[in-house]
């Protein structure tokens, strides 16, 4: 059952409330519907990609209601200073260095070195952020390869029955993504959204890098960002000398994606039990087979990534 939330007192808590314990809420915001998750909890954060039906680990966009808040996230610099006091609150988000100790879970960067963050305009995005105190994931709230939803009824037309809530705050009033901004280098624009190029290269004073196309959707594509330093075996059924191995379901393995045979909890883990197994030096990493249903499509194009020839 996915409860509907109006903008009183009391459901604005309960939408704080089930963020806090690992549920999806639906919010509007002023580009369109978030679909948040506690960025620290992996499992909610699994459980997005599960009700998008995400086929594979694009990473996410934090949201925090400062940019005191962003800074505890992202390596902070003269430039992400200047976006941020012209352009936030509102609908840009800046790619920054991920910050050692930010906490996140992998599944929000894809494992990557950056971390996209924004701080949303909508009065309604503020105060739940604001009442929930951390950072919460959001791809936009509709089914994947289906369009933003920009009302709370778009959201229950896709995603009925498979978030804990969504919170009506009426239509959104931008209706188009952020602009994203890359500041790990050149700043470059990543995509185009609710903030337009020249008002972004007025503030830079400068012209824009853009982004060579590919770029812009597929961060999460690049083999080389999944890629452990040690060989890796998909579909392993027995285990060599010298492997370390990651499990699936009830078996004697180094790690065990889940004993249980659940793909969420699985996807949660996914990222962080690859370092982990790279770290432990051995010969290669064996990966039992895991079921391509669900989350198992991603888990599975994420190891076949880690797994190509480089
Ligand atoms: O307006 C918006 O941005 C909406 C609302 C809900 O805030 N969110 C949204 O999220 O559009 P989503 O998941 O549909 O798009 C996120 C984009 C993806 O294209 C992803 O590749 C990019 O952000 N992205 C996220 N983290 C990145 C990173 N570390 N480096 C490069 N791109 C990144
Ligand atoms: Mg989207």
Redesign the pocket.
């Known amino acids: 059952m996915t409860e509907r939330l109006t903008p009183t007192s009391a459901h604005m808590q309960r939408a704080a409330d089930l963020l806090a314990n690992g549920a999806l809420v639906a919010f509007p915001?002023e580009?369109?519907?978030?679909l948040g998750a506690d960025a620290r909890n992996g499992r909610a954060v699994a459980e997005i990609y599960a009700a998008k039906g995400r086929p594979s680990f694009?990473?996410?966009?934090v949201?925090v209601p400062s940019s005191e808040a962003a800074q505890s996230y992202g390596v902070w610099s003269e430039t992400a200073q200047r976006f941020a006091d012209a352009f936030w609150p509102g609908?840009l988000?800046m790619?920054l260095p991920l910050r050692r100790d930010a906490g996140l879970s992998e599944l929000v960067?894809?494992g990557?070195e950056?971390?996209?963050i924004?701080v949303?305009a909508g009065d309604l995005a503020q105060e739940l952020l604001q009442r929930f105190n951390g950072p919460v994931a959001?791809?936009?709230?509709n089914p994947s390869g289906r369009i933003?939803p920009t009302t709370a009824a778009h959201v229950l037309a896709g995603l009925d029955g498979k978030i804990g809530a969504v919170l009506d705050g009426g239509a959104c009033s931008v209706g188009l993504?952020?602009s994203?901004i890359?500041l790990t280098g050149e700043p470059t624009l990543?995509?185009a959204?609710?903030v337009p190029r020249e008002a972004i290269e007025e503030v830079l004073g400068a012209s824009l890098r853009m982004a060579v196309e590919g770029e812009?959707?597929?961060?999460?594509q690049i083999a080389s960002h999944y890629a452990p330093n040690a060989r890796v075996r998909l579909n392993a059924i027995a285990w060599e000398v010298g492997e370390k191995t990651l499990g699936f379901g009830p078996m004697a393995c180094d790690l065990n994606l889940s004993e249980t045979g659940d793909l969420v909890e699985a996807a949660a883990n996914l990222f962080g039990h690859l370092h982990r197994l790279d770290a432990m030096d051995g010969i290669g990493i064996a990966v039992a087979p895991i079921p391509r249903l669900g989350l198992g499509a991603a888990i599975n194009d994420r190891l076949q990534r880690a797994a190509a020839p480089r």
């Open positions: 915001t580009t369109v519907y978030g694009n990473p996410l966009i949201h609908p988000s790619v960067t894809a990557l950056s971390v996209a924004r949303p959001a791809p936009s709230a933003s993504e952020s994203i890359g990543l995509r959204g609710g812009i959707t597929a961060p999460g």
